[in-house]
Antibody
């Protein structure tokens, strides 16, 4: 059974940093691109970033580019999102989601349960 | 960026009645490979999003056939043939044909 389990969400001050993790199981992790999507509380969904199955290719939303870094460790079956220079408006639930192939994007076939990041002083 | 516009944003429906959600994109979603990457997600209260429909009209495994997707180019529709209580939630369309990936604002379906 495909499982995606996010962790690392926390309360952080503006300007601070945080690293989110997504532990994957039930499938061959390296065979699938992965992505992060966020949801501001009671609001809609916003794509954050995607990464290819090998990790060689990454893609970012403009508002996250230069502050967020998506990465993966295929030996540990884990996806990461490193977030720097956090802003109040980054407060959201962050979901990791599985794509359908190693270099196929924008499908989000399976989702994790999400982890809450709160940016506040 | 491709803007995805859903309507209505709120959809009260009586049990057993049909429902229809529109999703329009600001540019064609036909990708260079000829495929249209338009996806529908359902988010029930307190849950993560769940993919229902991909490539306009393909239902995911386990999705009841009361859900159907249609459309082409810039104009797409999600239909529910007979609404049940378990269908309450927010429905999102998303385009995967252009970077950055973009979602519609969401349509909240409620029981009248």
């Amino acid at each position: 059974e495909v499982q995606l389990l996010e962790s690392g969400g926390n309360l952080v001050q503006p300007g601070g940093s945080l690293r989110l993790s997504c532990a994957a199981s039930g499938f061959t992790f390296s065979s699938y691109a992965m992505g992060w999507v966020r949801q501001i509380p009671e609001k809609g969904l916003e794509w954050v970033a995607d990464i290819s199955g090998s990790g060689a290719k990454t893609f970012y939303a403009d508002s996250m580019k230069g502050r967020f870094t998506i990465s993966r460790d295929n030996a540990k079956n884990t996806l990461y999102l490193h977030m720097n220079r956090l802003r109040v408006e980054d407060t959201a639930v962050y979901y990791c989601a599985r794509e359908v192939a190693s270099e196929s994007y924008g499908h989000f076939e399976r989702w994790g349960q999400g982890t809450l990041v709160t940016v506040s002083s | 960026d491709v803007v995805m516009t859903q309507s209505p944003l709120s959809l009260p429906v009586s049990l057993g009645q049909p429902a229809s959600i529109s999703c329009r994109s600001s540019q064609s979603l036909v990708f260079s490979d000829g495929i249209t990457y338009l996806t529908w997600f359902q988010q029930r209260p307190g849950q993560s999003p769940r993919r229902l429909i991909y490539k306009v009209s393909n239902r995911d495994s386990g999705v009841p056939d009361k859900f159907s997707g249609s459309g082409s180019g810039t104009d797409f529709t999600l239909k529910i043939s007979r609404v049940e209580a378990e269908d309450v939630g927010v429905y999102y369309c998303m385009q995967g044909s252009h970077w950055p990936l973009t979602f519609g604002q969401g349509t909240r379906l409620e029981i009248k």
